[in-house]
């Protein structure tokens, strides 16, 4: 479960609003060091540390030595890490690319394009995936993103109520499809071995402790996906063959309106 201080919407929700619908330009502190910072600078330096190391890492003090401020002075910009977060989340939200199509697009590419973008902004900001986000903050970039991706679901026949559980379905399997991905890189990276290497080294042990007769099913089909994946899983296929049982549930959905 994420800690409080790791979840969207835990810190002050006027405060946060008021930073996240703030005037273009606005968020420069009336005081602090000579060279100001704004909101802008302090959020991007935030999302880069988190790229990089992980929400872990993410402190006020973290931040402020990139910055080469003392902590004190972030709060002049920032209340605390609870509103941070709320920006940073609404800050890549904003700036994730969004693919515009012809009204005439078929709601197949339009839906299968949304869930590729979620897809490339979690891989690209893994800590996306880390913090959790039952309570979103209303910003414009949530607002802009939730726009975007209703309309690859307008006109389909779909009621409101059905057309945000559609999204929701969509955006919940690129979840957790992309956060196995990004498992599997953790562990190639901490065992510094690929997934092949790894069950190469390790098959010797396995085939003393393994008994293939008592497990015929996994043992047959557990070795052929090992063969086609050369891993115990694919990322990649299973995100292409679960988008297309989604589509399919979806169309059968849309069918019968």
């Known amino acids: 479960m994420a800690k409080a201080k790791d979840r969207s919407g835990a810190g002050d929700p006027v405060r946060t609003l008021e930073l996240l619908w703030r005037e273009p ?59 941070l977060l709320d920006l940073m989340l609404d800050t890549v939200y904003l700036r994730m690319p969004r693919t515009t199509h012809p009204a005439a697009t078929a709601w197949r590419t339009r839906v299968t394009a949304v869930a590729a973008e979620n897809r490339e902004l979690l891989l690209a900001h893994p800590w996306v995936i880390g913090l959790a986000a039952t309570r979103p903050p209303l910003g414009p970039g949530l607002m802009t993103k939730y726009e975007h991706e209703l309309a690859a679901f307008d006109g389909l026949g779909l009621d409101d109520i059905e057309m945000d559980a559609a999204l929701t379905h969509l955006l919940d399997f690129v979840r957790s499809t992309a956060r196995t991905a ?17 069950w190469e080294a390790n098959a010797p042990l396995l085939a003393r402790v393994f008994d293939p007769d008592r497990f015929p099913l996994a043992t047959r089909i557990g070795t052929a ?12 296929h299973a995100y292409e063959f679960g988008l297309s049982r989604i589509l399919g549930g979806l169309a059968a959905l849309i069918d019968r309106r």
Not at 182 to 198: E, F, K, R, T, V
Not at 225 to 236: C, E, F, K, M, R
Request: no cysteine; net charge negative; glycine share 8%.
């Open 225 to 236: 996906a090992g063969t086609a994946h050369q891993a115990a899983h694919n990322p990649d």
């Open 182 to 198: 990004l498992d599997q890189q953790a562990a190639a990276a901490d065992s510094a071995m690929s997934d092949a290497a790894w």
């Open 25 to 83: 330009g606005h968020g420069v502190a009336a005081r602090g060091p000579k060279q100001q910072l704004s909101v802008d600078t302090v959020v991007d330096t935030a999302v880069e540390l988190a790229d990089r190391e992980g929400l872990d890492a993410l402190t006020m003090r973290a931040i402020a030595q990139r910055l080469g401020v003392t902590p004190m002075t972030l709060y002049t910009y920032v209340p605390g890490k609870a509103e």
